[in-house]
């Protein structure tokens, strides 16, 4: 368990927490669709410290974990049998994919490099004239200025041998399948903040509109998310449902425009497959025509079958916030983070990997079936 | 891999014969490079958020120095350390 006082900002953490107690009547379940927040809320014990009537539900928003297998199994065949530089962001690695992961691939010698940045990934292919260069672009709205920007470097460059195989994935849309599930129980959001500091916050209007949920812009750390979390009980207490910007010393509701025109000068908006969950409409990006020779999809031409998703794995119910990692019969058993049966055991981002790292701060008893 | 961590520009240069603005940014003693293309006004001596090698937006000096400490102490820099371990041939390279 941890103790408010280790926070960086304790008295304020208190106060806000002394508020949602005080403002809070009835039950309400929140959503923090990103993984980050994901990750803060255990490690810093948080879910504990909030009142009952509090659910917090773990959202869709980890990259890695909604990657589709049939991608994991591509980049392993790209590097296994077309003899290619794969890079990586090294949370990709131990995926696991139908088969292997892209760390076994590496361990019988196929040259998978883990990055810090596309932009390395760009300099690799220079240096190294005679490889292809691909680099698995996974990410939300905050990576893909980015992965953007390694395709405008290569293209400057006039490099042949870079190419990106892109995975990416839009929050607002997640938002929208994750309240048409008839399934779901949740009446407020809080949206990733670094993803609006890209992309501004004007796309959450339309969604309060449509489902009438509060949707409140929170950052990660604790006393974000805390403030975060009073805003949305504040608006759900008072019958109320608007946007709302706790991050605003990051977010600006217009997000970055140089960012955003990187992002569509290379990408356009598809629909897309979300690993665990099913094809939501207009909810990634893909590479445009334009830039057709940077898109390892197109360049390589490799088609793979797709492969069955592992059964036992219940993963799509814990991304929809309609089950939590311990309603998993797996959970700590069958699936720990050294042999994952899914994704969302492998990325810290993963709630089941941060229920599983910080279980030991969370009070299970408490949890379950709240 | 989400994260967008606060550095402090440390030095800016051009790359690639003018076409990419790039700088060197410190993360407490960790210094990498990240490009400035998407806050075209960002100078020596800013802050910066950076996102797997890109600033994304310019921060006030405070806060970035509050948020870092907050990530220096929950351990959340790995990220940025863990991949000098994995690369040693980029230090043989002359790429930082
Ligand atoms: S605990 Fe493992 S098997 Fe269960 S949902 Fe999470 S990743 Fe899937």
Known sequence: ?370 | MCLAIPGKIKSIESQYGGLVRMAKVAFGGIVKEASLEMVPHAKEGDFVLVHVGVAISIVDEEEAQKTFRYLEEIGELEELREINDYLPDRKAQGAE
């Open chain 1, 1 to 370: 368990m941890k103790f408010l006082s280790e926070y960086r900002d304790p008295e304020l953490a208190e106060k806000y927490l002394e508020q949602i107690q005080k403002t809070v009547t009835r039950p309400w379940t929140i959503m923090e669709v990103c993984g980050g927040q994901t990750h803060s809320l255990v490690k810093n014990g948080i879910l504990n410290m909030l009142p009952k009537e509090v659910r917090m539900v773990h959202g869709p928003g980890c990259p890695v974990c909604v990657t589709p297998l049939n991608l994991i199994d591509k980049a392993i065949f790209l590097a296994e049998e077309k003899g290619v530089i794969l890079c990586s962001f090294g949370d990709m690695l131990r995926v696991p994919g139908s088969e292997k992961s892209l760390l076994a691939a590496k361990a019988n010698g196929a040259d998978i490099r883990i990055l810090y940045s596309p932009l390395e990934a760009v300099k690799i292919a220079r240096e190294n004239p005679d490889r292809e260069v691909v680099f698995f672009a996974v990410g939300f709205e905050t990576t893909a200025p980015a992965n953007a920007l390694s395709v405008i470097h290569a293209h400057r460059l006039e490099l042949p041998n870079y190419s990106i195989l892109a995975s990416h994935v839009l929050v607002p849309p997640a938002i929208e399948a994750v309240m048409e599930d008839e399934e779901s129980q949740i009446q407020a959001f809080l949206a990733a903040g670094h993803v609006c500091t890209i992309m501004g916050i004007l796309e959450y209007y339309p969604l309060v509109e449509r489902f009438k949920v509060p949707i409140v812009v929170t950052g990660f750390e604790p006393v974000d998310l805390l403030q975060g979390i009073l805003m949305a009980v504040r608006q759900l207490e008072n019958g109320e449902a608007k946007v709302e910007n706790q991050y605003a010393r990051m977010v600006r509701e217009e997000g970055n425009p140089k960012a955003q025109e990187a992002i569509y000068e290379v990408f356009e908006v598809t629909d897309r497959l979300w690993r665990g969950m099913e094809v939501i409409p207009m909810s990634g990006y893909e590479v445009k025509e334009k830039y057709a020779a940077y898109d390892a999809k197109r360049k390589f031409n490799v088609n793979i079958a797709e492969a069955p998703e592992n059964k036992e794995c219940i993963a799509g119910e814990i991304m929809k916030g309609i089950k939590k990692p311990f309603d998993c019969p797996h959970f700590g058993k069958k699936c720990k983070p050294e042999n994952p049966l899914g994704a969302p055991m492998v990325s810290s981002e993963g709630a089941c990997a941060a229920y599983y790292h910080f279980s030991g701060i969370i009070n299970e008893s408490e949890l379950q079936g709240t």
